[in-house]
Nanobody, 120 residues
């Protein structure tokens, strides 16, 4: 089985910073891509940032220049450094991993979600 565990959420004032981390464990053969999504109050889930095994990175326009996604491949970990936070960044953040299991199966897995609240 594969499990994703997130950490790093919390309450921060506007202009502050927060760092989220997500670690994948279990029957993993390789990871093709890791991403962060978020869902704000009354909103649909949206892609925040994604990084592929080939090094390609994409960000949502709303976070460009403020957020940075990175990976520690040896630890199967993806992080999201969030700077200059705004109240509109308030949401539940979910990590997502596209991977191949040792069985050969390719699938997407989701973390449990972590709350980020930015006060004005």
């Amino acid at each position: 089985q594969v499990q994703l565990v997130e950490s790093g959420g919390g309450l921060v004032q506007a202009g502050g910073s927060l760092r989220l981390s997500c670690t994948a464990s279990g029957s993993i053969f390789s990871i093709n891509a890791m991403a962060w999504y978020r869902q704000g109050p009354g909103k649909q889930r949206e892609l925040v940032a994604i990084i592929t095994s080939g090094g390609s990175i994409n960000y949502a326009d709303s976070v460009k220049g403020r957020f940075t996604i990175s990976t520690d491949n040896a630890k199967n970990t993806v992080s999201l450094q969030m700077n200059s936070l705004k109240p509109e960044d308030t949401a539940v953040y979910y990590c997502n991993v596209h991977l191949r299991r040792r069985s050969g199966m390719v699938d997407d897995y989701w973390g449990q979600g972590t709350q980020v609240t930015v006060s004005s």
